[in-house]
């Protein structure tokens, strides 16, 4: 399927289109090349539950940047821009911006979907935060931990993974992918939840203590 099809088959999902840029179609071109089949079409499903998720609940964003977000979200589980010591979260921030940068994108835009992804797997907080760092994480928790799953029309599920399927196996499929990305710095998992990923993957992995790091530390008491 060429890109030109596979866009215009993409614009008819639920009214939500890819935006219609040249950025966007740059991203596209970027991410096919660069993640596998597994990452690029859990990505484009992210954009469109996010898009989704906004519409529903009346927010406005920019179709771009939620596009860019959404796309780069998971470059950090790509060995070429996976970074010795940060979290693989960082990592993709950093590519999206660095892409952003050289397409000319505001910095007040860029340091939003930096953020957005850096916080795409911190529950809890980006939800009352801008509207392009909060669908992010709506559409990651939805087709990833199915949360908000109620709230979507069959139609739109459906049309979605017709569009970008889910493999037969998606679940364990995605905590491979996830395993894979981040068992070489097991250390950027302490305190988030990859650290659950690794504990399931490796009988090896032992996790950091957020009580033994106070109690262990310098101070006195």
Avoid at 132 to 139: D, E, K, S
Avoid at 191 to 207: E, I, S, T
Wanted: glycine share 6%; aromatic share 10%; net charge negative.
């Amino acid at each position: 399927m060429t890109l030109s099809t596979q866009t215009s088959q993409a614009a008819l999902i639920s009214g939500i289109p890819v935006p219609n840029s040249k950025l966007a179609y740059e991203i596209t071109e970027f991410i096919r090349d660069t993640e596998s089949t597994l990452l690029f079409n859990h990505s484009s499903r992210v954009y469109y539950f996010g898009a989704l998720a906004g519409q529903r609940r009346g927010l406005k964003f920019d179709v771009d940047l939620l596009y860019a977000g959404a796309m780069f979200h998971d470059m950090g589980l790509v060995p070429a821009y996976s970074s010795d010591a940060d979290r693989f979260e960082v990592d993709g921030a950093n590519a999206a911006r660095e892409f952003l940068r050289c397409h000319n994108i505001p910095q007040q835009d860029i340091e939003r979907v930096w953020t957005a992804i850096a916080l795409h797997t911190t529950p809890g907080i980006p939800q009352h935060m801008h509207p392009v760092v909060a669908l992010l994480t709506a559409g990651v928790e939805m087709d990833v931990l199915g949360i908000d799953y109620a709230n979507f029309a069959d139609s739109d599920r459906n049309a979605v993974v017709q569009a970008f399927p889910r493999t037969t196996h998606f679940k364990e499929d995605i905590l491979q992918a996830f395993y894979d990305g981040i068992k070489h710095k097991p250390e950027t998992t302490f305190g988030n939840v990859k650290a659950d990923v690794l504990a399931d993957k490796d009988p090896n992995f032992h996790r950091g203590n957020f009580c033994s790091v106070i109690r262990n530390s310098p101070w006195r008491g």
